[in-house]
């Protein structure tokens, strides 16, 4: 890591908590003076090192204890209920069949907007030149 006369900057510092973690006993030693010293004078780089401290309690609180608790945390966390595709599905279809029904008992029972024989039957006019000639 480059230093600017001995002393580090806020980027090596997050550079150096991440390389090496929290602990500053396990930082190399001529960048541990020095980041020790950033983080006494510099407000963000304390709250940085401080942010990085609480990462890493947190990491071994939960990596730490007996195998059953940690069993036990991953039942609760099981335990909450996850919506089941198929179910989700299933009232999927059934939106869709009671709409297609809907259509189709409203369309077979309102009357035509006009009564009349003429509107059963639809003329198109196509132009020869539109089919490129194949009439």
Excluded at 42 to 56: C, G, I, K, W, Y
Excluded at 66 to 94: C, D, K, N, T
Aim: proline letters at 6%; glycine letters at 8%; charged letters at 25%.
């Amino acid at each position: 890591m480059t230093r600017e006369g001995d002393r580090l900057t806020r980027r090596q510092l997050a550079d150096l908590l991440d390389r090496h973690g929290a602990r500053p006993g396990s930082w190399p030693a001529g960048m541990r003076d020095a980041a020790e010293r950033l983080a006494a004078e510099d407000p963000a780089a304390r709250a940085m090192l401080e942010a990085a401290v609480s990462v890493d309690v947190t990491m071994h609180a939960l990596m730490s204890g007996e195998p059953a608790a940690l069993a036990r945390r991953v039942r609760v966390i099981r335990a909450e209920p996850v919506p089941s595709w198929r179910r989700l599905a299933g009232f999927g279809m059934a939106a869709l069949a009671a709409s297609l029904a809907i259509g189709f008992v409203i369309g077979t029972t309102l009357p035509s907007p006009d009564d009349d024989d003429s509107g059963d039957f639809t003329t198109i006019a196509v132009n020869d030149v539109d089919l490129g000639g194949v009439l």
